[in-house]
């Protein structure tokens, strides 16, 4: 058995050498010829899997993306070839979350928020946009729900408009996948004319996907003199050739890593290794928690006078984005925003972090730290 993988996919040779040999590929520059002889593709969200790359390839059984979203992929291409495909839902959802929290942090010190005054929208509310919105609960925020497919789906979901939101939100985070067309598309939701909506003063965070901001509107709404928001990009429309001219007008601009916690990423080999294993009926000899790497800091104790307002310096104990903001603004226009992304340092979750004590607040689990045994 073959297999093919994107060279930044963490473990991938000790999951899947149990199938074959490994082959190890830059995502960004595969070619057809390279994945002639591919049984299982294994890719991340720079390679776009379709009918040229797999021009030459008449024996392929699977392809795996390690991530959540899955617009790189044509997925009815793969159906029609009868070739067996799967993502990783969730996989890094957790990181993602970590990284808004971040952001939110720094932005609340830097211009002097009162987080808890403060409306913020979700817009997508699924893995992602629900664990979001259970943190911020957690941390007595309000928000706002924008999601028009649960609401045709779930009675009960408390959906508000994309309009709506826009016009009452201080603060939109995005976690909607990149849909091109259709009822429900999301490529330039946010655009010259839903930008017009916008409180002049509503800060925008996008960790979904570049092009559901349109950048050129939004660099035209940012360099109007009157508007002061502030924005966080993750994600911008043509990475890794990103519209520079945005950045001094962003807060927080970082290399698309808001999913890139050791955790995160691992855990998406790891589904796709399970995906495999069912599909050539393997037993599953690898498991993720026996793989990760010990953590810096293992356990914490936590005192009674502990409170909501201390959970920024643990948070901070273990993510800081502005690292990562000062990390793309240092070395992007040297090594570039792939290197960015390929060298990116270490990062565990909150849940890496053991919490001790008598009494430890409701909200510390509900933000994902785990408590000790
Ligand atoms: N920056 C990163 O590192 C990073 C990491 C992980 C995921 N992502 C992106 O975040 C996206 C969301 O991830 P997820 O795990 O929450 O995905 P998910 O599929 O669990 O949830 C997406 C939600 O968006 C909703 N949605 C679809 N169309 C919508 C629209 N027009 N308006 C509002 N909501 C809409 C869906 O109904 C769904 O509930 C992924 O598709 C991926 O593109 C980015
Ligand atoms: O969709 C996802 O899961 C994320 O965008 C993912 O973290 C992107 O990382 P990449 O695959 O490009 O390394």
Request: hydrophobic content about 45%; charged content about 20%.
């Amino acid at each position: 058995m073959r297999i093919f993988a994107d060279e930044n996919m963490p473990l991938v040779q000790q999951f899947f050498n149990q199938f074959g040999d490994v082959n190890l590929f830059n995502g960004r520059h595969v070619s057809a010829a390279q994945l002639q002889d591919a049984d299982i593709l294994l890719v991340r969200s720079v390679s776009n899997v379709n009918a040229q790359l797999l021009q030459h390839n008449t024996k392929l059984r699977f392809v795996g993306t390690a991530t959540i979203g899955m617009d790189h992929i044509d997925q009815t291409y793969l159906a029609a070839r009868n070739v067996a495909f799967a993502s990783a839902p969730g996989c890094n959802a957790q990181s993602v979350v970590e990284y808004v929290l971040s952001s939110l942090w720094c932005l609340a010190d830097k211009y002097q928020w009162p987080l808890a005054e403060k409306t913020i929208g979700i817009v997508g509310v699924g893995n992602i946009g629900s664990r979001l919105a259970q943190a911020l609960q957690a941390l007595n925020i309000r928000v706002l729900l924008c999601d028009p497919v649960r609401a045709r789906n779930e009675i009960g979901f408390n959906h508000t408009d994309f309009t709506t939101l826009c016009q009452q939100a201080d603060i939109i985070s995005f976690h909607t996948p990149l849909i091109s067309s259709g009822n429900d598309a999301t490529k330039h939701l946010l655009n010259a004319d839903t930008l017009a909506l916008l409180k002049p003063d509503c800060a925008l965070i996008n960790a979904s996907r570049g092009a559901v901001i349109d950048n050129q509107a939004l660099l035209q709404d940012l360099s109007r003199a009157a508007k002061r928001r502030a924005v966080v990009l993750d994600v911008w429309e043509q990475e890794p050739d990103i519209l520079t001219a945005l950045l001094p007008y962003v807060d927080i601009a970082t290399a698309h890593i808001a999913g890139h916690s050791i955790e995160g990423k691992a855990r998406g080999t790891e589904m796709l290794y399970q995906r495999c294993a069912a599909l050539l009926q393997q037993p599953l000899q690898q498991q993720l928690q026996q793989l990760l790497p010990v953590p810096a800091m293992e356990k914490l104790q936590i005192s009674a006078n502990f409170g909501l307002p201390d959970v920024q310096n643990i948070a901070r104990l273990l993510y800081d984005v502005r690292r990562d903001d000062a990390l793309l603004r240092h070395y992007l226009h040297g090594k570039g925003f792939d290197w960015l992304r390929k060298s990116y340092p270490p990062r565990r979750e909150f849940s890496s972090l053991q919490l001790c004590g008598k009494v430890i607040p409701d909200f510390l689990p509900q933000l994902g730290f785990s408590l000790a045994q």
